[in-house]
């Protein structure tokens, strides 16, 4: 067994299959990927990386395991795939993940050749797993699928402590202890005991405030959209594809970003923080639906469009339209007076945090600091924001603006 | 200028006219007065004091005159009444202020007198401050009495994550340095700055998380109301009347009641924690209109009535209807957008979370553990519950339970 | 198995005789007495009780069993007596143990007769366990009377982190988990495993840096020598023999020196922070031997002659002269290259910090602010002090006299 | 005024010449180089930035300034100074810095040529500060490079906390309010202020607590060894030379090292944590002085010798010796009695931390793990070390071993 000090959960027990899959090169890269890609620009200590979320998530995973009662096989299983379960990550985590999806079909959690193959393949077979089974439990398959990915999982569990511990916003600090001793399994579903209403309340709060603080804080959001143009184009104009993009770590992305001339000037961006600004920021009360509906082609040509006529070049436009806000917590099953109930019928807080994460919801355009009055009413126009007079974008101020000054 | 250590700001620099204060007897005596009374039985570690929570809403008071920019009077009197907001607080804080108040007419901010005499009247008056206008300041008087008893008040965010470090429940952790420089004046209101609609959200949010959880835990509830009959006997049995009551600490109260026939059994059950147990509890649906509205005596006359049907001493029946739940937040001014907006208008939060602690509040009836099912059948009867066949309380059990089981 | 959520270890599960123990009266009492008594005057949060650290202990006492592999009865005898290691305090915890000794000949380890009678003797005997048993590992005795009380204790390990979280000071923040984890016994001597020097030394010096700061703050042992005389006049001149004063907690104590005439000028001073001054603080090269060596009635003696001679009253001359400093770390066992040998002998610190301690330690003499000088001069004179030429006392300044000048 | 979020100061204000230094490549480089380089393998935590640290020194400095009261250009010099006092770093910090010092003359604090260039000499100059008296600061020159870079330097308080915090190794828990209010300059000497001593032993001891514990691990060590290896290889074989090595940050490195033939095996192994292994771990009492003396191109000899003899490649066999330790806090001033003295005169613990330091001193001979017995025996007769019958290397085992056996 072995003992891995983490700042978290301080000591972690790392046992069985786990142990023997630790060193292959398949977990360790994990090390070379940043929990939260390009936040770390507007928090700068949130430099944690998906190999210590890993090691926490099979911390958790194992606690929840003993509290429940699983042993052998079954607990074998899911110790693995809670170490695995984000070997299929590209460079940056989440920041790049809608480009490579759109070239190769894959999300991260779609592990099904990396566990087969190589060091990981040879490991799982011969401690009597199932690569297959265990790339289902990733995905959330089955009964111990929920447990690794599903409204209860203890993957969100570790990510909202610890990027609170590294961000310093804290937001995420939940009572993991209590949560993991309040899981158990009825009927094959996982759910939260009986007293414990709150509890889950407390977990969908802490992702409803770190939300707009730190994973769509519009500094982050910016750069990831910066990110994402930059490695689109090193796939249009280098010989590295989807697959292989997908494969690199945060290093070679960087490298490759920094070296190849169509991307440099990004590169250099990045290294200076000069990153493009706010045209325009808007709600989603004024976003016409066929915009929401767009594609990534009809996005392009738009960016274009505003670029030609705002007279700079396209790739100093971008338009971003995220998607509207899901909450998966929501189905999260609690048991109240001995019957099991979706928390979203039972806690009048689920609708009332879909409608706030709504009103959070923001387009946004980014282009050059000097262009965006320009851009601004050139990309209200081009794409049919029913804008209020004169407001294009707000502006953040307050406390909160000095970290949006500092952008 | 003094320098106090904090468990929770580190280090606290009292200076002025706090200086002078902190080691009269009026400040001193707050040592001896639990902040959160009875919450220690839950919670071993909360035996915090109300002197520690001065000090820490003068520092948070302080820090808010330097960021906004008050100096000279308006900030020393200020800084005199938040270090002197919680000297009208009797034993254990708000734990027996319902009753001292039907006794005296007075509220623990309703400080005129406590100000106006002895070593505390004499230092104000020394430092050209009226004594009257520091106690008008506790009461939340003027523009400068929001920062000190308000909808954004220092005391809350200082008990939020004062509370939270003392019983460990991390629920309370908000981010008081930021709350703090958002913190602005427009036109003698404060308000939060631009930006801050979450900052204000994440002050509710834990208010309603570490409600349930901590201030009304349901033994916190019960040792709470215990505690209360016994000091009405006290005042009934002994020469001790409200107004002494009032100024005693911890320790004398204590004493008092260990020291008094009448009450030397509460004084037994609280030092072996053998409290009473739920006879009944009951969500606020299922509880008359006429009852929630009944008045003491009434509900007196209701406990002699249950106990003599149930053939126990009146003094083993308790017959709990808290208030209804309110949410002095939701009136708190945020700007959004240039304008000063409610942030109950602003955040569909606000209306939820008053829904949700609706759907928390309990009505309690407590007996010996012996007589739970009897008192719980009778009390139905006599208080005109409708209550679900077969359902006269709610056990909580999961791993809150064990919190519950340990009453 | 009961569940209880601490400030410091998170969840305490208590099992087996401990769960039993938990709501007697005797360990219940633990709640009413400070761990640090006076040393709340310094640092306002350190209101933490015997009662949280003994369930820190149990807590400890019961992973360290885990670890090392110990089962069955002889873990619940560990169990039992780490629970109740502390039930032999007076109130105030140590800060008046040499009085109630001096009358009573016993410390608060000798709890043969504690847990010998009432429910406690009961409990254990029902539990097929030995009170006087039990007693001897509170005493130390024994193999696993090692875990409880010796140089390598959980006694210890608990209250360093304890009382740093609480007083705010950071020194008392040790690795306890990798202390539990490093644990063994080699021939029935508990030791701590090949490749850890410096968790052993971490442990010497944490208590190194606490000591002066926080135990033997002056402020701390002025207020303690003070709390010590008033406690000793009410012994004399009350019904109140030494033995109810052992058995007292906190609140008694105080509202019986409220309440005695003799006493209330202490309890005056003590409710308003008006404390005795040092008027003498000398190191130990020139303290003659003799008074080193003195009893107490000799001390006495000598307070009441530089009295007479100041012409103030008796009460008011308080000369306190510390142990020589003690370091039972240093027979503390570490394993190294195969071997077991005694820290002292390994590590090169250890002598250091004794020469360290001798070099903090001082007589004082403590008298009212006024009176310093005067009592100052006299009291060298008497107690044959050979001070460098105007040096009396040392005053503390730079940023802790802040704290000092709090006094 | 800029507003920085940070894990270990919470918020940061970045003002005056700093806020316009803060966006130059110069420092926004820093994001790019870890801290404590490998030692990220051994706690998985360490991943935070020479960035965020130059943020906490910055911020240290400017508390230090406002204790002390210097404002105007001299602090405008310190803070430029403070922040840009790392920006000479090489890739992977200290790991590789012997490396570039053999090649190029320079340790990371010769930073004359980086603050006279490019956009941050351009700013220093229109903020009228000359670029060579700030480099000067950053080297310790003058009164102010004391605070900087001295025995009591605010770039030491900043790293042992930041260390601590993001190992979760609590050693490095100082308290960094109490040192900084604690500064003062006397006659121009930065000294720490009366009833100091124990304030300064503080400081001390966490270093000698974290430097076996964290910055001198075993497997930190071997790690870094491989690096440097791998680092001149790079040198050697490609065109890459020795200044532009050290204007290189951790991505650049890594990626050349991945792709350049010649340490595409370091590259691998370091990607998958097949580190070597310990072949030789020796005290310092066996090694002889000539060894001690020896220089790199002796050490290389002897490696190429060994590996030859034990028939491997000459890269699989690395010789470490290490320099002796030194304190540099034994000088470190403060006031006894009014007096300024030296720590090291004054406290008996810096002497024995010496001890103790070469107590821990290491040879080291790392090689594959199949070749350590045999590399072993002919290194030692190589190296003439005089071991004891059998001793060619210390197992470290216990809780420790867990993390070594993660190795």
Redesign the interface.
């Known amino acids: 067994?072995?003992?891995?000090?983490?700042?978290?959960h301080?000591?972690i027990?790392?046992e069985g299959v786990a142990e023997a899959l630790?060193?292959?090169?398949t977990v360790?890269?994990l090390?070379?990927i940043k929990q939260l890609g390009t936040v770390?620009l507007v928090?700068?200590?949130a430099?944690?990386?998906r190999?210590?979320h890993s090691?926490g998530v099979y911390h958790l995973a194992n606690r929840a395991l003993g509290e429940i009662g699983i042993e052998g096989r079954q607990a074998e299983r899911v110790r693995a795939a809670a170490l695995l379960h984000d070997v299929g990550h590209g460079p940056f985590s989440h920041n790049i993940e809608e480009l490579t999806h759109r070239y190769t079909g894959k999300y991260h959690d779609d592990v099904d050749e990396l566990l087969a193959e190589g060091e990981v393949g040879g490991i799982l077979r011969d401690h009597d797993l199932d690569p297959a089974h265990i790339a289902g439990l990733v995905a959330g398959d089955g009964q111990f699928g929920q447990l690794v990915s599903g409204e209860l999982d203890v993957d969100r569990m570790d990510y909202l402590v610890r990027d609170a511990?590294?961000?310093?916003?804290?937001?995420g600090?939940?009572?993991t202890?209590?949560l993991i001793?309040?899981l158990?399994f009825v009927d094959g579903e996982l759910v939260?005991?009986?007293?414990?209403v709150?509890?889950a309340?407390?977990l969908l709060?802490a992702r409803?405030?770190m939300n707009?603080?730190v994973y769509m804080h519009p500094v982050a959001r910016i750069s990831k959209a910066m990110l994402r143009r930059a490695s689109e184009r090193l796939l249009n104009e280098t010989a590295i594809d989807a697959h292989q993009l997908r494969r690199m770590d945060?290093?070679?992305l960087?490298?490759a970003l920094?070296n190849t001339p169509e991307t440099q000037s990004f590169a250099?961006r990045y290294?200076?923080?000069?990153l493009l600004k706010k045209a325009i920021w808007a709600e989603l009360q004024h976003v016409p639906d066929s915009l929401l509906e767009a594609d990534h082609e009809e996005i392009r040509d738009l960016e274009s469009t505003i670029a030609n006529r705002a007279d700079i070049p396209a790739t100093d436009v971008i338009v971003e339209v995220p998607d509207e806000p899901t909450m998966r917590e929501s189905t999260s099953r609690v048991?109240v007076?001995g019957e099991i109930r979706n928390l979203g019928d039972q806690?009048?807080?689920v609708?009332?945090?879909r409608?706030?994460q709504q009103?959070q919801w923001r387009l946004g355009v980014y282009t050059r600091r000097e262009a965006t009055d320009r851009v601004g009413r050139l990309a209200a126009e081009e794409l049919g924001l029913e804008l209020p007079d004169g407001?294009i974008r707000?502006?953040?101020?307050?406390?909160?603006?000095?970290?949006?000054?500092?952008e």
């Open positions: 067994m072995a003992t891995i000090k983490d700042s978290v301080d000591h027990e790392i630790l060193d292959t090169p360790q890269r090390r070379h770390q928090y700068p200590s430099n944690h990386t190999f210590e090691l511990h590294h961000t310093g916003v804290p937001y600090t939940i009572d202890e209590r001793r309040a158990t939260l005991d009986e007293g414990n709150q509890t309340e407390s709060l409803a405030l707009p603080t945060d290093h070679d960087l490298v920094r250099d290294s200076s923080r000069r048991i007076g806690s009048p807080l609708s009332a945090l409608t706030a009103g407001l707000e502006t953040r101020r307050g406390l909160h603006a000095t970290l949006d000054d500092f």
